[in-house]
């Protein structure tokens, strides 16, 4: 007998998610009879079924099968559960291959199949009693997924839906989706042509363009300044490195599937690096380290490289080549606390002045597995917890999620679109000094191992420049905007007058361009408007004969009979105060 759980509201939708795959794939089952099934799973939102059918799927299906599916949930169809031998589910799913494969693996001699209507699933559940418990629904799009994520294997057609208790939610889930896809980066960055990602170079590798490079520049000059002002020394170290440090570093052990093959350099094994710390490890023992010297903090932007599999390729979230705004602190584990909550200050300091309201603090503590003694363990997640006190900010415990080799402090945050992105994380590492032997000279004369913090304030660039331009929808502050003010002449007698204006602000460092094709006004604010640019001088006869001029926002907002000089001080001003809303620079 089944004993049925209560469940919590969450696992009520999960289970209404699953079952509206299983309808989906009856409904799929009536127009392709020869369909062959894979697995449809709930996942966040929603739902999948991934299919082998005879034909590609198109969009136009899509309300085809929705169709199907509301009559099957019109019909209120039970779904029945029985337990069968393997032996009986392999004649059961006799012409489903994959099915086939599933139930080979299984562990049970007993395996468990659902009905619904016509349709029959080999599932562990739940499912809902019936299918009219199933509310408010849509199918979003189609995708090609490898059956069981090998791209070795067949390659099957993914429908993904969305399923809410209500038509309200739903709808409310929609308009987040559309204004998503509105600010999807990838879009985005193409629109305002910041970077490209080209098959002919190579997935998952980033190509930075002229206007995305000026965003990273900016970025990077700002961390690199922060960080020196908070005691960071910077560094830069190599993209490749001897295979062997790996193997001391347990990466070639843990870490494996990430690495990419190997290169012979004279005989001798090289790989690219996947992470930046072994470097900053050997510049820290080119000496012996005394007690007085420490901390020693060493910044780098550095880029590594990790092997994706192709189909979790995601624009600039999910990259083969990447630039970590990487740091490692060596310390004394008297000084652990203190060096925490810099770091701390530091990861909020950033993310609030790129903007970013809402976050959450997350305190992982130690995982089942882990490098180092019980009593270090304690002793550094207390230290954590008391500089997360420090802060006087809540913060979560997150038990057990600890990487193996010491406690984190992970912060989140949160975008306009309220998705959650990685942001900072603080690492102690009690692993990696022992192996590298990395100590330094106590005041007692003796050598005592060094404590080490592994720590990203933003992740990547790569991936910071997705969250930021989803947060912004491309619309940049203006310290971190490409362009920052585009002249527009109304006609080409002004032409001469808006050059003027362009080098002008060039010269205080502004970054201004005019508009100078013989173009009618209109389209060329319109033109400046889709490309997001803070603020725009339209120059005409009027700013010509009083030299003045006329300031546009990009939210329309007007502003007439502004002298150049007034002007170029508030944006600098701006620029230099990394003002978030450009509204606010002028009034
Ligand atoms: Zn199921
Ligand atoms: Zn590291």
Known sequence: MVIKKKQTEEEK?????????????????????????????????????DFDLPRPLNPDDLPLIENKMKEIIASNLPFTRKDVTKEKARKLFANQPYKLELIDELPDEKVSIYQQG??????????????????????????????????????????????????????????????????????????????????????????????????????????????????????????IARMDLWRISGHLEFYQEYLYSP????????????????????????????????PIRYAELGTVYRYERSGVLHGLSRVRGFTQDDAHIFCRFDQLETEIVGVLNLALFMIDTFGFGNYQMLLSTRPEK??????IWDEATGILRQALEHTGLPYDIDPGQGVFYGPKIDIKFESALGKAWQGPTIQVDFNLPPRFDVTYMGEDGQEHPVVMVHRTVLGSMERFLATLLEHYGGAFPVWLAPVQVKVIPVADRHLEYAHKIEVELKKGGIRAEVDDRSERINLKIRQAQLEKIPYMLVVGDKEVETGTISIRLRSGKQIADRSLAGFKETIKTAISNKVKDIEDTLS
Request: aromatic share 12%; charged share 30%.
């Open 370 to 375: 882990y490098a180092g003694t019980i009593e």
């Open 263 to 294: 290169m012979d350099i004279e005989e001798q094994k090289y790989i690219l690096k996947p992470m930046n710390c072994l470097g900053h490890i050997l510049i820290y023992k080119t000496r012996i380290r005394s007690y007085r010297e420490l």
């Open 13 to 49: 939708l999960e289970t209404m998610r699953h079952s509206a795959s299983h309808v989906m794939a009856e409904a799929v089952q009536s127009i392709f009879p020869d369909a062959k099934f894979g697995i449809g799973p709930a996942i966040e939102d929603g739902f999948y079924y």
């Open 118 to 239: 016509s349709f029959l699933d080999l599932c562990r559940g739940p499912h809902v009693n019936s299918t009219g418990e199933i509310k408010a629904f849509k199918l979003l799009n189609i995708a090609g997924a490898y059956w069981r994520g090998d791209e070795h294997r067949p390659m099957l057609q993914r429908i993904y839906g969305v399923a809410f208790e209500t038509q309200e939610a739903l709808d409310k889930h929609l308009k987040r989706l559309e204004e998503a896809a509105r600010r999807d980066h990838r879009k985005l960055g193409k629109e305002l042509d910041l970077f490209s990602i080209q098959d002919e170079f190579g997935p998952g590798l980033v190509l930075w363009h002229p206007k995305g490079a000026i965003i990273r520049r900016a970025i990077e000059d700002f961390w690199k300044d922060e960080h020196v002002k908070r005691g960071y020394e910077l560094v830069y170290t190599p993209h």
